[in-house]
């Protein structure tokens, strides 16, 4: 759905420490990002959900997940685990490395390249129960350079992978490329 129209909310919660509550009962939403939130709008939308005055609130960010593909993390052989953190409300979640994947190679920098871009833009095609996946996190190996970086944030990836889970363990190695990126 382009547009969607949550209404008839009972209290909407802004997310803002300094005024937790917004003003109004409905929220219109055009391609993800709210437009308006106010009192009884009536705007066209593709998707129109009446809360029955239950409350709204912004979903929740987990800031460290270690997806590979889809909703599935070989590691613990986990199926539908981001689909079941979205059923307790955490709507968003940022990758700190697809390291679970089977037979990863470790110390190839070309291979950690193509992991983060290929994660990153599987993700961009899959929204498990409507979850955002910030997938793509280019895990630190030895022999990056400048040029490396460059090259995957041409293609979209923007995030750095868990430090030390790549080849390269030493605090400052790690610091003067995390400095790169």
Not at 16 to 32: C, R, T
Not at 73 to 91: A, D, H, K, L, W
Not at 165 to 170: R, Y
């Amino acid at each position: 759905m382009k547009t969607i129209l949550v209404k008839n909310a009972g209290k909407i919660l802004s997310g803002k420490f300094d005024k937790p509550f917004a003003e109004g009962d409905s929220i219109y939403i055009n391609n993800g990002v709210i437009e308006e939130i106010d009192w009884d709008i009536s705007r066209q939308a593709d998707g129109v959900f009446d809360v029955g005055q239950m409350t709204v609130a912004p979903g929740l960010f987990d800031s460290h997940v270690h997806p590979v593909f889809g909703d599935f993390t070989p590691r613990q052989n986990t199926i539908g685990f981001i689909e079941s953190y979205v059923n307790g409300g955490v709507t968003s979640f940022v990758s700190a490395g697809e390291v679970h994947l089977p037979g990863r190679p470790r110390g190839d920098k070309e291979a950690a390249k193509a992991l983060a871009v290929l994660a990153h833009k599987t993700f961009k095609n899959v929204r498990p129960l409507g979850a955002k996946v910030h997938a793509g996190a280019l895990l630190l190996e030895k022999g990056l350079v400048e040029g490396d970086f460059e090259e995957v944030v041409s293609k979209g990836v923007w995030l750095v992978g868990e430090v030390g889970l790549g080849t390269v363990q030493d605090p400052d190695e790690a610091a003067s490329l995390v400095r790169l990126a």
